[in-house]
C-alpha cells in the first residue's frame, strides 16, 4: 500500500484520468467518493461501503457507439475521396467538400471507441456497476492494484460490521 496517496489517516485516494476528465477515487468515513472535474464543471458522488462488492471485475471492451461514428465517419471521408477524383465533382461541386466536412467530425468523435479499454468495474451488492477504473488513466499498475485491494479490504470490514 506505499503506492496509494494517504492524505489522511484513513483516507486513501486514486487519480485516475479518462480523456480531459479528471476523477478522484477515496474512501473516507465509511464511504467510496468519487470526485471529477472536467474543465470548469465539477462534481460528486458516494456510495456506503458496505453496499458495494468486495470482487471486481476487470475487463476489456470497447464502446461500441463510438466504434460505429467511427466507422460512419470513415465511409463518409473515403465517398468524399471518391467523388472527388470522380467525374460527378463537375456536376455536384460541393458534395465533396460537405461529406469531408460531416465525415471529420465524426471520425474525430469516434476515435477513442475503436481501442479496447481495460477498466476495473466495482459493483454493488445486486451486481450494477457503481464506478470504474480505467486501467490508462492511472500512474501505474501497482497503484492502482494497491488501492483496489484496500478497497476490497476496506468493503469487506465495512460489510462485516454492517452484518453482512
Known sequence: MQNVTRIQPGREVLRVRDGRTLKVLQIEEGFLVEKWERGPWQGARARPLDRLAPIFI???????????LFRLGSILLLAAVVLAFSDYRLQIPLLAPLLALAGLPLLWLGYGGVRPRSRTRILDELGQEEFAIEHDGVETTQQRKAF?????EAIQNARYEAGY
Open 58 to 68: 476487470e475487463d476489456r471492451s470497447f464502446q461500441p457507439a463510438r466504434a460505429r
Open 148 to 152: 483496489e485491494k484496500f478497497l476490497a
